[in-house]
């Protein structure tokens, strides 16, 4: 039986690295590139001699930076721009569905050249489904470092937040978020949507000298996460989460149980984020293939699949107790019945 | 029981919060003679002029500001109510060059490209009761050498006469604000419909 077992591809089990450098970067390129804007208005003004030191010093460090990369700093530093909110590569204009959404709602217009800039982003979610919630979001990277300093906190003995809420509420967020955005004539969602915060917040700490209202909110998700319910802002309240979730309703490349392999050791759900289920298969819209279930796995019970569905609940993994006892149950009385001889 | 607990622990904490925030609240009215700076809040070039529409469409993700070479658009980062997070230029901080990257760079209708002397920012105004050489103080003409739009825009009222008139080619960039040398700033950037207007022009 253990001959036929279907093991994973093995690289899979490390994309969880792979997700963390990447959030990594993403997070480090949103600090860079205030810097580099302030060394290119440095540049821009040729004001090396007025600098005072500390501002000659990060001119001598960004031109080091990127000195390799550009011939003019000042215009072809421009290729990069923004943040995940919005942003600009090469001339290619991305931007958030949910910034789609919200501009549309409180300008009562479609303005299609906004809108088709975030078309590249919701075919990449519905195919991957929730995929920016674990691969780039800025805030992911901080609420995962908060989760981590939640669990030592926890080892030092202190209680923090277990709560569990109603994890639709955050569709009931989406939608007030649009009707007050529709009503006010203000793009809302923008103010409590943390990965905008946290790109426009670094930004304004950097070039413009001091956080904004923003960073007051997000402190406050950081201690909700820390003292109400693990991970809570982005599982209960977070408006693109649901979008992005709705988009990613029948995604094709999801995260499957390998029951043949499964021991129900239940680890996936223990490390799962969203709270989901994947030790019962259910892994449902929210899932955000951040795949941290396919590394914890002990015995290779998590894969990928291709399918726009989940599998239905495949019962207990076949090398758990739970299904060794069901086979006995099952297959002791046609043992006795065939006798035993 | 367990949800009165809870309902008291919230209101210990918004009383707690409400005494610690009251010192904030009550210093601005006790302090004496405590004027707020003066704050000029120009929408960046090409913005929608209707500024309901403005803030509409604006999704506060600061690409305008990314780009802007002398870093001269700000943002309302902790005011402005429904105006949040949107861009303004402040030109008695830093007057707007009419570069055209943030309207390049802006994903929406927000900012839209618009040719440099069809740009409507405002319109220059000038104090002539203080302006140096309107009150016979000396020369100067920064402003007018400084306006990137020449003579369009600004000049002096008389060859060889230092005394600076606004034109309706001003396109309100505000880089006569940053230059002037005057203590009190005797130049500045107003709204194009703005009634004080006629009383300032030629």
Known sequence: ?341 | MKRRGFMRKIVAGAVLLAAAALPYGLSPLLAPGRVAPRRNYLRPPGALKNDAAFVAACIGCGLCGEVCPPRCILFHARDGAVKVNTPYVDPEDKGCILCNKCMEVCPTEALIMTPRDKIDMGIAQIDRDACYPWVDKGICGACVSICPLGAKAITFKLWNQYRPVILDGCVGCGLCVEVCPHPSVPIWVIDRTSESRAEQTV
């Open chain 1, 1 to 341: 039986m253990s001959s036929s077992r279907h093991i994973p591809f093995f690289l899979w089990r490390h994309l969880n690295k792979l997700r963390w450098i990447v959030l990594s970067i993403v997070f480090a390129m949103l600090v860079l590139l205030p810097f580099l804007h302030v060394y290119q208005t440095y540049r821009a003004a040729h004001a090396y001699d007025l600098l005072s030191p500390s501002e000659r010093q990060l001119y001598d460090v960004m031109e080091a930076l990127s000195a390799p990369f550009t011939d003019d700093p000042t215009e072809d530093l421009d290729a990069v721009k923004g943040n995940t909110w919005s942003g600009t590569f090469w001339g290619l204009k991305l931007s958030d569905p949910l910034a789609a959404l919200g501009q549309a709602a409180a300008g009562h217009t479609l303005y299609w050249p906004f809108l088709l800039t975030a078309f590249i982003p919701i075919a990449v979610t519905a195919v991957f489904g929730r995929i920016f919630c674990g691969w780039l979001c800025p805030a992911t990277f901080l609420y995962e470092l908060n989760t981590n300093f939640a669990a030592w906190l926890s080892w030092a003995g202190l209680k923090i937040g277990d709560r569990h809420f109603d994890k639709r509420l955050k569709y009931a967020v989406l939608g007030l978020g649009l009707v007050l955005s529709a009503v006010s004539g203000s793009v809302m969602v923008a103010a409590v949507y943390p990965p905008a915060i946290i790109g426009r917040e670094i930004y304004y700490a950097i070039a413009l000298g001091g956080f904004g209202a923003g960073t007051v909110f997000f402190v406050g998700t950081l201690l909700f996460d820390l003292l109400v319910a693990r991970r809570g802002f982005c599982r209960y309240l977070c408006p693109g989460g649901a979008l992005y979730s709705l988009i990613g309703r029948y995604r094709v490349v999801r995260i499957r149980r390998i029951v043949e392999n499964c021991n129900d050791c239940a680890k996936c759900n223990a490390v799962c984020e969203f709270d989901l289920d994947p030790l019962r298969d259910g892994f449902g819209q929210e899932c955000n293939n951040c795949t941290a279930c396919i590394a914890v796995c002990p015995t290779d019970a998590m894969t990928f699949t291709l399918r726009p569905t989940d599998h239905p609940a495949q019962g207990p993994g076949h090398l758990g107790r739970r299904y060794r006892d069901e086979q006995e149950a099952e297959h002791e009385p046609l043992a006795n019945g065939n006798g035993v001889a």
